[in-house]
């Protein structure tokens, strides 16, 4: 299995510039989670999604947020416009409760480190 | 709510030097719980995992034992490596909150030789 792939993996962008972060989740997957991470602040969840519905976005720091599952195989996180204080690496992660013994654990990609200038 | 509460770092140790890093937890329910390991520029590996009370869970030498009494779920090795320098997390997956999985605030290990 590829695992959870994320693009990209580095994005530099201008203040007030939109940002789209992509992420495919492990296939047979009904769980995806969008996470921040900072020095600062750790590991945030923003939102996560059961079977493309989103199921909590209480963590979604502002409209400035926002993001979407149009399918099982693809979300995206968008940031429109972004600032400086959203630099972060941004986690994909992908879970199943189906799959036995490994029922509950998240599978992570490798992270989209954000920089806005 | 649910909370993963971790002691703070950076933990620095001797190679072939005890492990332990401590967690406690808060929820509701019988949630799952995790340490997952976060090696520098990497994303997050799950390191062990136990369901149920009781429960240890293992995997390259480390080891964590699900306390329901104490609520716990410290994670220890006998003998550490250089390898092993990595940020740790501790989490719990809630399925009274729809499935979320919670960290901690991570616990940074360097280990010397």
């Known amino acids: 299995d590829a695992g959870v792939i994320q693009s990209p993996r580095h994005e530099v962008t201008e203040m007030g510039q939109e940002v789209t972060l992509r992420c495919k989740p492990i296939s047979g997957h009904d769980y995806l989670f969008w996470y921040r991470q900072t020095m600062m602040r750790g590991l945030e969840l923003l939102i996560y999604f059961n079977n493309n519905v989103p199921i909590d976005d209480s963590g979604m720091p502002e409209d400035r947020f926002s993001a979407k599952m149009p399918n099982a195989s693809f979300s995206t996180l968008k940031i429109q416009p972004s600032e400086p204080r959203d630099s972060a690496v941004y986690f994909c992660a992908s879970s199943s409760v189906q799959q036995g013994s490994r029922a509950g654990e998240l599978f992570f990609g490798e992270g989209s480190r954000l920089t806005v200038l | 709510g649910d909370s993963v509460t971790q002691m703070e770092g950076p933990v620095t140790l001797s190679e072939e030097a005890f492990l332990t890093i401590n967690c406690t937890y808060t929820a509701t329910g019988y949630p799952s719980l995790f340490w997952y390991v976060q090696y520098p520029g990497e994303g997050l590996q799950l390191l062990l995992k136990a369901t149920k009370a009781d429960d240890k869970g293992s995997n390259k030498g480390f080891e964590a034992t699900y306390r329901k009494e104490t609520t716990s779920f410290h994670l220890e090795k006998g003998s550490v490596q250089v390898s092993d320098s990595a940020v740790y997390f501790c989490?719990?997956?809630?399925?009274?909150?729809?499935?979320?999985?919670?960290f901690g605030q991570g616990t940074e290990l360097s280990v010397k030789p």
């Open positions: 989490a719990l997956r809630s399925w009274n909150q729809g499935g979320k999985l919670i």
